[in-house]
């Protein structure tokens, strides 16, 4: 049955710390694997944050503070993955190359 519990600020926070950390691991392994042409527009332009995620109070310094790279929210986090996705599918011929293993 539903219930309704009031959690503190503190509560979320550190029920926080762990996927917090994972999500800076992949982005540090991320930033490992790429390629040195794309390195460079990544630290011009920086790290965009987007979904739900994004809205995290200060998940955009953690880890810009990590990463020593700039990190700025999305204009619209919580629907710009799928209207991303969405003009991938209407472009496949232009972006199938990225989503499908070439044999």
């Known amino acids: 049955m539903p219930k309704e519990m009031l959690l503190s600020e503190y509560q979320v926070a550190e029920s926080l710390i762990e996927p917090v950390h994972q999500i800076i691991s992949a982005i540090k392994t991320a930033l490992e694997s790429t390629p040195p042409e794309l390195s460079s527009d990544i630290v011009d332009r920086g790290i965009v944050l987007s979904g739900g995620g994004g809205l995290l109070r200060n998940l955009g310094k953690v880890i810009s503070e990590?990463?020593?790279l700039p990190v700025r929210v999305a204009d619209d986090p919580l629907c710009c993955?799928?209207?991303g996705s969405g003009k991938v599918?209407?472009?496949?011929d232009y972006f199938g190359h990225?989503?499908?293993k070439q044999d």
């Open 81 to 83: 993955v799928a209207l």
């Open 98 to 100: 990225v989503l499908f």
């Open 66 to 68: 990590t990463t020593k």
């Open 89 to 92: 599918l209407e472009n496949m």
